[in-house]
């Protein structure tokens, strides 16, 4: 048996042990959906930034560049950080640099791990797949709000915790309690994270759609990976 843990934010990285773990990256509103959107739409690879400026520079070598802060497109980027516009247009064949509020963040942070994953409801059972083939302990990395917990990657945690129970014992109590938080609500995903204070945020800008994509599960079978600095789809 195996073992699975939860960080809740990024803030908090720096009290676990990432060696020689598999390390999923979550940020359901909205940083992870959108990535898993957009290689599975055409997207080939994607660079992840903390820092704007480091992203803006990437235009003049050929990506497409992406920018929220706040829940909102930072202007002379692109795109903003919308699951949706990848479903729109085609961008077959291209290549994407994106940075985020805390999503790209918790990738930057992540860099200790064995592997890092791109964790998203769209792509759970994937995921799940691809770490029961493996022989590694699993830490869940929240990307949170600003520092602090938030409920929809917590629960995205605990999704993860479930799916994995039959090979990665949950004997940590992030973990724990996500599990039961999951088995309590995990039925009725949109319902209860309708309640999370950025659905709220994003509702007050206007987003909708992007919301209902983030919450459904399993639309692509596509496990991203970050390989080199670059997320790509991996095949196992
Ligand atoms: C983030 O990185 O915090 C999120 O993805 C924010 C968002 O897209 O609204």
Redesign the pocket.
Known sequence: MRNIEVCFSPELIHLHDLQGKIVVVV?I???TSTMIAALANGINEIMTFADLEACREMRGKGYLIAA?RN?LKVENYDLG?SPVAFLKDDYSGQKLAMT?????LAISKSSQADEILIGAFPNLSATVAYIQQQEKDVLVHC?G?KGRFNLEDSLYAGALVKSLESTHAADEDGALAMKSLFEKEGHQLSAYLSKAS?AKR?QNHGIEADIDFCLTLDLYDLVAKVENEKVKPISF
């Open positions: 940020d509103f909205r940083a929220e829940g950080n985020t509020t805390n999503g790209t990307a709000w950025h994003l």
